[in-house]
């Protein structure tokens, strides 16, 4: 019985040693420095950039209205195509026009052969006066006559020729050149004179877009023609564009600056698209770049990163300009020299003891398997 009991304090005891190595195992492995790399902050200069959305349009988009009232006889394109100026795109129904110039014609010939029985009255009582056969009144009434005629005939044919410009308006040309849209009015349907759209022509090669931004993104800033505008495709591919248009006022209804921009022939964009427009607003000096990776952003949408001070993580605060390539532009909150921690962002806490390794860019910090930042 002795030799049992021995035999079991002493596995009791072995026990308890090794449980309590264990646990202090634990403890070491838990209070271990977290391996992290960093970027050293090296302030340059930054241009400042706001985005908002915009929409293209072509540079010459024209739209195609008749110029006259009635009933439209035939589509004279197929949808799609490129015309010139000059091409005929639509035709409203001639004969009641045919017939009001067919009209106005008999009115300038009534009128005409009115005006010559006239003046032959006149040179016959002039004759008469000249012979002192006749009356001065008699002269006088027919020289009267003659220029009212003479005026009637005028007005004649200015309605003459107004039937003639409407005869030929039933003809609905292209007013440039482009690639026309689908025809908005079927055959058949009565067409209003200026009111009804039927088409519009775009030249897809010329585009422009227009955007607005607040009046909270650009601040004090001045905004001219001279400022740096692009597109943003994606994270990587942007394109140039000229700014061509500053509204010299605010819109008090969306507190906003309209804007508009030129797009160069070979954006591949086309007209009616929603883009993604950047505006530099200013440039800013000692500005710092981090990774986007590196970046936090807080339940209340305020933004952090975490800095290497004396081998502990330290939660630092930042705001935030835009995006440069892969990078956040920071506004405040880093100076040169901070090293900002780009990995294991996820396991850090604020005052977290952690052991720097090699140096990183933005690239191995990705390589690294950082949590990415959530966008502005």
Known sequence: MHAVLKSSLILVAC??????????DAKVAARA???????????APEGIWVETLGLTEGLQQAEVRAQVSGILEKINYREGDRVK?????????????RAALDQARGTVREVSAQLAQQQREAQRYKKLWDARAGSKKDYDDALSAVHITRGQLATAQAAERNAAIELER????????????????????????????????TQPEK????????????????????????????????????????????????????????LPETSGLRPGQYVHVQLQTRTMDNVCR?????????????????????????????????WVERD???????????????????????????????????AAAGAAGASPAQGS
């Open 328 to 362: 956040w532009v920071v506004l405040e909150g880093l100076k040169a020299g901070d090293k900002v921690i780009v990995n294991q962002i996820q396991r850090l806490r604020d005052g977290a003891a952690v052991r720097e390794g090699l140096p990183a860019d933005a």
């Open 207 to 262: 585009l422009r877009v227009t955007f607005s931004v607040s009046e909270n993104d650009i601040k004090n800033a001045v905004i001219t023609t001279d400022n740096a505008v692009r597109i943003r495709l994606n994270e990587a591919d942007m394109i140039e564009a000229r700014l061509d248009y500053v509204s010299p006022i605010l819109d008090s209804t969306s507190a906003t600056l309209n804007l508009r921009a030129t």
């Open 33 to 43: 420095p977290i391996p992290v790399m960093t970027v050293t902050m090296k302030p």
């Open 15 to 24: 026990s308890l040693i090794l449980a309590g190595c264990g646990q202090k």
């Open 170 to 201: 039933t003809r609905v040309n292209a007013p440039s050149d482009g690639i026309v849209s689908r025809a908005l009015v079927n055959t058949g349907a009565l067409v209003s004179a200026t009111e009804t759209l039927l088409a519009t022509i």
């Open 85 to 97: 100026a000059g091409d005929s795109l639509f035709q409203i129904d001639p004969a009641p026009y």
């Open 290 to 322: 981090v990774p986007q990776s590196a970046v936090l952003q807080k339940a209340d949408g305020t933004y952090l990163v975490y800095v290497l001070d004396n081998n502990k993580a330290r939660a630092v605060e930042v705001i935030l300009g835009n």
